[in-house]
């Protein structure tokens, strides 16, 4: 399943991290379930979806994070 596979993932990444980045990886793996439900909901009615990258969020240290922007296409 999207959902468990997505978790594991976002467990095995935060191994050697802090709590506050353990913490953020949580939120945003959470964040990506409801998008892939909104994503599948949003297929299911009848529209096509593409994620693209609208801009990139850079921070001190290096560490960067791309925002995305839905292109919604629907026929009819």
Avoid: C, Y
């Avoid at 993932?9 to 935060?14: H, S, W």
């Avoid at 939120?27 to 909901?41: K, V, Y």
């Avoid at 990139?56 to 560490?63: L, P, T």
């Amino acid at each position: 399943m999207l959902t468990t596979h997505v978790k594991d993932r976002a467990e095995a990444q935060t191994e050697e991290m802090s709590e506050k980045q353990r913490l953020a990886i949580k939120r945003l793996a959470n964040d990506l379930h409801r998008l892939n439900t909104s994503m599948i909901e949003a297929v299911n009615a009848g529209i096509s979806v593409e994620l693209q990258r609208g801009a990139r969020h850079h921070a001190e240290g290096g560490f960067w994070g791309d925002l995305m922007i839905p292109v919604v296409m629907r026929k009819g």
